[in-house]
Structure formats: structure tokens, C-alpha cells
């Protein structure tokens, strides 16, 4: 049985949960959010509590069922409060910078490195630190994930992009003898 899939959502004042077959669409103070879900689970409102049951009793279904209700609760929770992640951008020269609608950064490359940022997600630069946000959670997670891998955190010295709570294991450089 999903633990997660059996729990019921409450949904806050000031928040709009519409169910029409498989898509659900979530209005709040912050945007709204809209996604087709799978037809393998039935999801239902009634009275400002979201459930969910199985339409058919199957592996693939059972597996589908934790992941519909996890979807949900964070559309509601994103147009309530925005989700956000941090990236620290460390290194001598390394810096990074928004211009309109681009993330700009020197990355110790020859030429800068331009990221078109999405609709739909802030991007503030403060100092050595990135900030995503936005109301979609996967999206705030995928293009935090797309500024990392333009430089990834070396082991010897720490240099490149990191989240801000990920901790990079530190290797012994050369002895000298």
C-alpha cells in the first residue's frame, strides 16, 4: 500500500483546486499551476480535502498512485509559497550575473557561459550566490540542475558550482617529498 498515496491534502484558504478526468489545475495567491496526471488513479475534491484511489489494481497503477498525490500536494504548496534552491559559485574569477532574461557567468572558460532563463522563474545573483525560484518545483529543480553541471565542484580546491547544502568530499592533492 502508498503511504503517501492513501493520505488526504488539505487545501488552504485562498487556494483553488479544480479535478476534470485526469488534469488538475491549482490557483492560489502566487500563479497557477496546471498537469495531466496519470488515468491509472482517480482523484477527487470533496469539501477541500484531495483523495486518491486506484481505478485499476495493478503494479504500474500502485506505483503511480504515491506519485499523483506527491505532484499534487506540490502544486498546492508551490502557488502558496514559492519553491527555491541556492547555488554558490565558488572559484578566483568565477562570477555570475543576470542581464535581462539571461543568467551570464565567467566560469574560468574563454567566452561566458549564457543560460536563457524560463518563464515562469525568478533568478537573483547576490554576491557568490544563485538564487531559483519559482512556483513549479521541477522546474526550479531542473534548471538549478542545468547551472551546475556548466561547472561541476572539483574535489582538490572546491572550485566550481554547488548547491548550497551539498558537501563536496575533499581530496589530498600531491606530496611533495
Same mark, same amino acid.
Given at each position: 500500500?502508498?503511504?503517501?498515496? &492513501? +493520505?488526504?491534502?488539505?487545501?488552504?484558504? *485562498?487556494?483553488?483546486?479544480?479535478?476534470? !478526468? $485526469?488534469?488538475v489545475k491549482v490557483k492560489g495567491p502566487l500563479g497557477e499551476l496546471e498537469r495531466t496526471?496519470?488515468?491509472?488513479?482517480?482523484?477527487?475534491?470533496?469539501d477541500g480535502v484531495v483523495t486518491s484511489t486506484l481505478s485499476e489494481e495493478t503494479s504500474?497503477?500502485?506505483?503511480?498512485?504515491?506519485?499523483?498525490?506527491?505532484?499534487?500536494?506540490?502544486?498546492?504548496?508551490?502557488?502558496?509559497?514559492?519553491?527555491? &534552491? +541556492?547555488?554558490?559559485?565558488?572559484?578566483? *574569477?568565477?562570477?555570475?550575473?543576470?542581464? !535581462? $532574461?539571461?543568467?551570464?557567468?565567467?566560469?574560468?572558460?574563454?567566452?561566458?557561459?549564457?543560460?536563457?532563463?524560463?518563464?515562469?522563474?525568478?533568478?537573483?545573483?547576490?554576491?557568490?550566490?544563485?538564487?531559483?525560484?519559482?512556483?513549479?518545483?521541477?522546474?526550479?529543480?531542473?534548471?538549478?540542475?542545468?547551472?551546475?553541471?556548466?561547472?561541476?565542484?572539483?574535489?582538490?580546491?572546491?572550485?566550481?558550482?554547488?548547491?548550497?547544502?551539498?558537501i563536496i568530499r575533499r581530496k589530498e592533492g600531491k606530496k611533495n617529498v
Open positions: 500500500m502508498s503511504r503517501i498515496g &492513501k +493520505q488526504e491534502l488539505q487545501v488552504p484558504a *485562498g487556494t483553488d483546486v479544480q479535478i476534470s !478526468g $485526469s488534469t496526471l496519470s488515468d491509472k488513479v482517480v482523484v477527487s475534491l470533496n504500474q497503477a500502485r506505483a503511480m498512485w504515491g506519485t499523483t498525490m506527491s505532484h499534487i500536494k506540490n502544486m498546492i504548496d508551490g502557488v502558496t509559497t514559492k519553491f527555491q &534552491k +541556492q547555488l554558490i559559485v565558488e572559484g578566483v *574569477g568565477f562570477r555570475a550575473e543576470v542581464k !535581462g $532574461s539571461q543568467l551570464v557567468m565567467q566560469l574560468g572558460f574563454s567566452h561566458p557561459v549564457e543560460m536563457e532563463i524560463p518563464a515562469g522563474l525568478d533568478v537573483t545573483v547576490e554576491k557568490q550566490t544563485i538564487t531559483v525560484a519559482g512556483i513549479d518545483k521541477e522546474l526550479v529543480g531542473l534548471f538549478a540542475s542545468k547551472v551546475r553541471l556548466k561547472k561541476k565542484p572539483e574535489p582538490y580546491k572546491g572550485k566550481g558550482i554547488r548547491y548550497s547544502d551539498e
